[in-house]
């Protein structure tokens, strides 16, 4: 079955300890990112990859890093998660550019404390 | 940069009954998806759709770009349609406030 697959669902956490969310697609999409959903300010780009070693930030890239060693992995990493970093996050995928249709993982929903 | 407006942003109805709702764009553009967003929190996609008509069982969808706008048909509403339901602009994908839908037996 085509699908990204985010892990974990669920984490919470304490303030300044570092934690990697995982994020992986078998549908051998180029193009990555990560998104986190707020009330109120719904959606916002963290960052996004184009391809293999290609990263770039988004609309809220700062306390976020990440990676793209492999086509099929994109993992976002918090160094020091901050309380202001809770919210839902959710890795997308599409096939070529920005421009195609995108599917979305199942979400992660963090707690930072 | 641009803006993607969703009507109405709350919906109740009745089981059975049929809706529609509306999505604007404040510019042209190449590409637009419908999400539902379940509330379980997943982001499910109902229909990639740059331009025409879609159908996907008891949902179509119709986007008509020169217009700067697309529409979510959902016929026969079932209580498990209810949740918040996304229009997005590709791109740097620029969702619109969303559609909070709520389908009561």
Redesign the interface.
């Known amino acids: 079955e085509a699908q990204v697959t985010q892990n974990p669902r669920y984490l919470i956490t304490v303030t300044g300890k570092k934690l990697t969310v995982t994020c992986s697609q078998n549908m051998n999409h180029e193009y990555m990112?990560w998104?986190r959903q707020d009330p109120g300010l719904?959606?916002r780009?963290i960052y996004y990859s184009m391809n293999v070693e290609v990263t770039d930030k988004?609309d809220v890239p700062e306390g976020y890093k990440v990676s793209r060693k492999e086509k099929r992995n994109f993992p976002l990493i918090l160094e020091s998660p901050s309380p202001n970093q809770t919210s839902?996050y959710?890795c997308?995928s599409s096939p070529r550019t920005?421009?195609?249709?995108?599917?979305?993982g199942?979400?992660t929903?963090l707690t930072v404390v | 940069g641009i803006q993607v407006e969703q009507s109405p942003p709350d919906l109740i109805l009745q089981e059975g009954a049929n809706s529609t709702l509306r999505c604007n764009f404040s510019d042209s553009v190449n590409n637009l998806q419908w999400f539902h967003q379940n509330p379980w929190g997943q982001l499910i996609n109902l229909f990639y759709i740059p331009s025409g008509t879609k159908q996907n069982g008891r949902l179509s969808a119709t986007t008509v770009a020169t217009e700067r706008y697309s529409l979510l048909y959902i016929s026969s509403s079932q209580t498990t349609d209810s949740g918040v339901y996304f229009c997005a602009v590709l791109g740097k994908l620029i969702f619109g406030q969303g559609t909070e839908l709520s389908v009561k037996p």
């Open positions: 990112s998104y719904g959606l780009q988004g839902l959710f997308a920005a421009l195609h249709g995108y599917t979305f199942s979400g929903r």
